[in-house]
């Protein structure tokens, strides 16, 4: 099972990205999927997760700003960011809660990440 997440890229301050992580391979079942990100020099903090069903939860600093979705059919999420700021800047991770068949149990699996830098 693979993350491939895309869509970082260089943006100024007040543009938008859309990143977007699609799972592939083995994949029975999906439950919470959401995104990391990792600024310089900080720890890894989650951003923004979604449930199968939708439920969405954000970190305080981007509600309002990111919006997170997903397909479950494509089994992709996607991250909508907007009103970028130099501190939104870092790699972004994509994860997903995997299950390989009706009888395994869940377990996290990561993209490689996508590095998004947001300039002044």
């Known amino acids: 099972v693979q993350l491939q997440a895309f869509g970082g890229g260089l943006v100024q301050a007040g543009g938008s990205l859309r990143l977007s992580c699609a799972a592939s391979?083995?994949?029975?079942?999906?439950?919470?999927m959401g995104w990391f990100r990792q600024a310089p020099g900080k720890q890894r903090e989650l951003v923004a997760r979604i449930t199968r069903g939708g439920r969405t939860t954000y970190v305080d600093s981007v509600k309002g700003q990111f919006t997170i979705s997903r397909d479950n059919a494509k089994r992709m999420i996607f991250l909508e960011m907007n009103r970028l700021e130099p501190e939104d800047t870092g790699v972004y991770y994509c994860?997903?809660?995997?299950?390989?068949?009706?009888?395994?149990?869940?377990?996290?699996?990561w993209g490689q990440g996508t590095l998004v830098t947001v300039s002044s």
């Open positions: 391979g083995n994949v029975f079942g999906i439950g919470d």
């Open positions: 994860y997903a809660q995997i299950r390989q068949s009706a009888w395994d149990s869940y377990y996290e699996q």
